[in-house]
Every structure is written in C-alpha cells, then in structure tokens.
C-alpha cells in the first residue's frame, strides 16, 4: 500500500503560474515513476509530465517548454511547476505513481486547475 496526497491548484489568468505537488510515501517514491495526469470536462484522461525512479522525465507535448516536473527527495515529494498557463490547460489534475509511467496504480486525489482567458 502506498498514499500519495496532492496540493496546489487553484485559479489563474492565461498567463499565470501554478505549482502542483504531491508527497507520496516513502515506499512509492524511490522505486516508481511518479507523474501528473489531468482531465478536462467532457474529454478523456490524459498523461501531463512524469519523472521516474532515475529523475529522467518526460512531458506532453502540449505541455513542454511550460511545465516542469522536479522531485524534492528530502521531502518525498514531486513537484509540478505550470508557467504561461493557457485555458485549455483547466481540468482536474491527478497525480499517480507505478512502475510504468503510463500505467500508474497508485492514485492521489484531484486538485482543480482553472485558467481564464
């Protein structure tokens, strides 16, 4: 069993920034990859940034070049750092960990990311 507990969020301006975290047990976080997926109303899940056990990390390509995903190891957390927000990045974004970046079977809770034009 492992828990992995979100924060941040919250409303912005197209333009603004926003940092997500999320702190995960310690049995979740040195062995999996950890990562942020988000899903907007009426539309399908979808995988944001993910970083794996090794710190490599890898982004949508709708996302790169604005969002950075960084751990923090004292703190067994991952950190997700969304600059130049758009509104088609509003949804509620999860983070998720597992073996497979693509494949998480460990889920935090949702927090609302909400971006006006």
């Known amino acids: 069993q492992g828990q992995l507990v979100a924060s941040g969020g919250g409303s912005v301006q197209a333009g603004g920034s926003l940092r997500l975290s999320c702190a995960a047990s310690e049995n979740i976080y040195g062995d999996y990859c950890m990562g942020w997926f988000r899903q907007a109303t009426g539309k399908e899940r979808e995988g944001v940034a993910f970083i794996d056990n090794v710190s490599r990390t890898t982004y949508a390509d709708s996302v790169k070049g604005r969002f950075t995903i960084s751990k923090d190891n004292a703190k067994n957390t991952v950190h997700l750092q969304m600059n130049s927000l758009k509104p088609e990045d509003t949804a509620m974004y999860y983070c998720?960990?597992?073996?497979?970046?693509?494949?998480?079977?460990?889920w935090g809770q949702g927090t609302q990311v909400t971006v006006s034009s």
């Open positions: 998720a960990a597992g073996p497979q970046c693509a494949s998480p079977d460990h």
